[in-house]
């Protein structure tokens, strides 16, 4: 590597459900799944509520702070709504955005990938044995609706998705045009 040393830049952003994992919060986690799965769509709320987390990673972005690796707990929640707030903002299109989310099943969905993460619960949680592959593949599935959704919720909450990166996320015209310099080919 012959550039700058690496920095660690810790954004929070929610909460981590394995920071005081219990059996009862795995429980918990995924009865609300199944609660969104069989009753409705529920946006990631990431996005409105974390905008100004979101706009700190691209305010680094604008000033050529690169490379940058992103990361949550999981790798699909928290790191896919800000991957889908970068890709919009760099002009790609909504159904690209939601296509490349759903990149996320092919690895993380993977039998090996859901074998490796229910070990990772167990001792997360402190489990007698890991917890069902049925249970582990509901929580690390990725649903286009549900992006879709928290983009269509920016969309109302804001009027425009330019309007969210403004005003929630702060960024301003030239923030935007550097961001774009420096990840876009001309």
Known sequence: WSGNA????????????????????????VA???????????????AIEYAGQYGKILQRVAAGDLPVVEHCTAGKDRT??????LLTALGVPRDTVVQDYMLSNQFLLAPEAINGTAADL????????????????????????TL???????????????NYLRHAVKLSDAD????????LQP
């Not at 609300?32 to 990431?46: L, P």
């Not at 167990?122 to 609706?145: N, R, Y």
């Not at 879709?148 to 330019?162: E, H, V």
């Not at 935007?176 to 990840?183: G, M, N, P, S, T």
């Open 6 to 29: 690496p920095e660690f830049f810790s954004v929070p952003i929610g909460s981590n459900l394995i920071s005081s994992p219990t059996a009862d919060d795995l429980k918990r986690r």
């Open 32 to 46: 609300a799944i199944d609660a969104q799965t069989k009753e409705s769509v529920r946006a990631y709320d990431y």
């Open 80 to 85: 896919g709504v800000f991957s889908a707030i």
């Open 122 to 145: 167990q001792l997360a949680f402190g489990l007698p044995e890991p917890p069902d592959l049925a249970t582990v593949k509901t929580i690390m599935t990725s649903k286009p609706e």
């Open 148 to 162: 879709a959704a928290t983009l269509d919720k920016i969309d109302r909450t804001y009027g425009s998705f330019a």
């Open 176 to 183: 935007l045009a550097k961001i774009r310099l420096h990840l």
